[in-house]
């Protein structure tokens, strides 16, 4: 039977997965916020190849039932999303939750429904030049793998992952999906809000006085994690952070581009999520100063055009 995937928040990474699915010849149908006509042609730009697909969409809340369900929202809408959809989920369905910053996990954790929770991460890069025009910019690997901690499942994709992972270059099924998280997360605390509170490409935290803030950063986040236990995450940290600076030199920060265009960002759900829920969870008291008067001057910047709840 064709597997039939809906797509919750088909942006530039929801609707790049979306054109994968369906050239790959599975069913997908868009799940929107908005008004809709019933149908969404989205265009994908490869840089080879330039293709434009009409996809089904309807509202979400009026989807009939889910077997394979793919959020690709911003971190902070992904509560919401799996709210409104839960009842839904058909009773053995999968959910694949593929965004950056983890401020999610708890409330997914302890939402009860007996669906099948997988979560991910790419480092493709896409981007739209309209709403509806998505472009991907770099080829990158993408990871998968279940949130539960039983062996039996992490080891096993969920019905609908596998064709998901055959349907996208350079995919894989992980047997610890936590620890490549909770990796991202780090690299992201140590690039992502220096990027944005200077407005610089990550290339620019190698560079001047910025490179001894970097490396302030990067060695702040490494003793929270080497605090909560986190050996796998802190160790190294430093050289994964320069690493991934140096390859990804030119590029502009999703924070940065956020702050740029004065839309909320992800920073209550990468670094936010790191000092006030990680941090506290911590084993031995540990010190942040850079870090936060980081998250503190950001949150000034981004008051006047993120309206959120005062953490
Ligand atoms: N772009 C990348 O290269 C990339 C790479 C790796 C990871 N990520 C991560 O992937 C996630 C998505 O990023 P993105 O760049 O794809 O963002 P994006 O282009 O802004 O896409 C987000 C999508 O979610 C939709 N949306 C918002 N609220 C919704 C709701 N309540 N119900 C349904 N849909 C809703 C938006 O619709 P409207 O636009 O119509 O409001 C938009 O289509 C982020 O966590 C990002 O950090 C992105």
Not at 94 to 117: A, C, D, F, K, Y
Request: hydrophobic share 40%; net charge negative; charged share 20%.
């Amino acid at each position: 039977m064709t597997v039939h995937w809906h797509v919750a928040g088909a942006g530039a990474i929801g609707g790049y997965f979306a054109h994968q699915l369906r050239r790959y010849g599975c069913d997908v149908t868009l799940l929107t916020h908005r008004p809709s006509d019933g149908t969404r042609a989205l265009t994908l730009e490869t840089g080879e190849n330039i293709e434009t697909l009409l996809f089904p969409e309807c509202p979400i809340g009026q989807s009939g039932r889910i077997d394979h369900l793919l959020i690709t929202t911003k971190a902070f809408q992904v509560t919401e999303v799996f709210d409104a959809l839960v009842s839904a989920l058909a009773p053995d369905a999968t959910v694949l939750i593929m965004v950056n910053g983890l401020s999610w996990l708890q409330s997914i954790e302890t939402t009860r429904h007996p669906v099948q929770v997988c979560a991910g991460t790419t480092t493709t890069g896409c981007y739209r030049s309209n709403r509806d025009h998505i472009h991907r910019a770099g080829l990158g690997a993408t990871q998968v793998g279940h949130l539960s901690a039983h062996k039996a499942m992490m080891e096993k994709p969920p019905p609908g992952i596998a064709e998901l992972l055959r349907s996208t270059p350079d995919s894989y099924w992980s047997t610890d999906i936590r620890s490549i998280l909770f990796n991202k997360l780090a690299i992201n605390c140590a690039i992502n809000p220096l990027t944005a509170l200077y407005n610089v490409n990550n290339g620019g935290l190698l560079e001047g006085s910025l490179n001894d803030e970097f490396h302030s950063v990067i060695e702040e986040t490494r003793t929270i994690f080497s605090a909560l236990g986190y050996t796998g995450v802190a160790t190294d940290l430093g050289q994964k952070a320069i690493t991934v600076a140096r390859q990804t030199a030119a590029n502009t920060s999703s924070m940065c581009a956020d702050f740029n265009a004065r839309r909320r960002s992800e920073l209550e759900d990468i670094l936010g999520y790191l000092l006030d829920t990680l941090k506290p969870e911590a084993a031995s008291e540990v010190d942040t100063p850079h870090l936060d008067q980081l998250l503190f001057a950001l949150r000034e910047k981004e008051a006047p055009y993120a309206k959120r709840p005062t953490p």
